[in-house]
């Protein structure tokens, strides 16, 4: 079964202090892996799309890495306003959108 | 530039009754998706819509519908209300002849059945 598991649930982090969000995965016939970050009660907001292992996409503080197996989100030296809720999702036959069931990060200052 | 936008923002509704919501796409797409999410939980595809026909449907019930206008906003129907389908529906759009399978998310309607 195509799937989709996102690790840890939670993570904890101070100003700075730099870690990284799995996202595992199986699917046969990957067509895109996607990042998007969630404020609590607002949209999922749109930002990487990987296709190919090896991979990598950068935008401030964060890198979005594949492999044939997982994905990677880097957040380097964060800051309070990175603080939200880190989803993964890959497209399945059409455009359907499978989500895991996202990363809560706080950052403290 | 216009993002996807929905409405109504909160709907509060009781078992057994009908909602309907709506949405907008980002300016310039095509193809309007659903999702549903539950709290604490990642979104689920509902369904999608591409020239105003359903083109791919997800794992729920016949009691969720959806229509597509020619101006390719859309509307999610739920009939006989349960209290399971409280949740944050989201409406998400794409082009579908873009290159890659981008969609762009909505504020969301956060609906409660009580």
């Known amino acids: 079964e195509d799937q989709v598991t996102q690790s840890p649930e939670a993570l904890r982090l101070q100003e700075g202090e730099s870690s990284s969000l799995n996202c595992s995965y199986t699917v046969s016939g990957l067509r895109g892996l996607f990042w998007y970050r969630q404020d609590p009660g607002k949209g999922p907001e749109f930002l990487f799309t990987l296709y190919s292992a090896g991979e990598e996409k950068e935008k401030e503080r964060l890198k979005a890495t594949l492999t044939k197996k997982e994905s990677f989100l880097h957040i380097t030296a964060p800051k309070p306003e990175d603080s939200a809720t880190y989803l993964c999702?890959?497209?399945?036959?059409?455009?359907?959108?499978?989500f895991g069931k996202g990363t809560t990060l706080s950052v403290s200052s | 530039d216009a993002g996807v936008t929905q409405s109504p923002t909160h709907l509060i509704k009781t078992r057994g009754q009908q909602v309907t919501l709506r949405c907008s796409p980002k300016?310039?797409?095509?193809?309007v998706s659903w999702y549903q999410q539950a709290l604490g939980q990642g979104p689920q595809f509902i369904f999608q819509?591409?020239?105003?026909?359903?083109?791919q449907r997800g794992n729920f019930p016949d009691r969720f519908s959806g229509h597509q206008f020619p101006n390719y906003s859309s509307e999610l129907n739920v009939n006989a209300l349960l209290l399971g389908d409280s949740a944050l529906y989201l409406c998400?759009?794409?082009?579908?002849?873009?290159?890659?399978?981008?969609?762009?998310f909505g504020p969301g309607t956060r609906l409660t059945v009580t």
């Open positions: 999702a890959f497209n399945q036959a059409g455009t359907a959108l499978i």
């Open positions: 300016s310039g797409h095509d193809t």
């Open positions: 819509y591409y020239e105003e026909e359903e083109r």
């Open positions: 998400a759009s794409r082009v579908v002849a873009a290159p890659g399978y981008e969609q762009y």
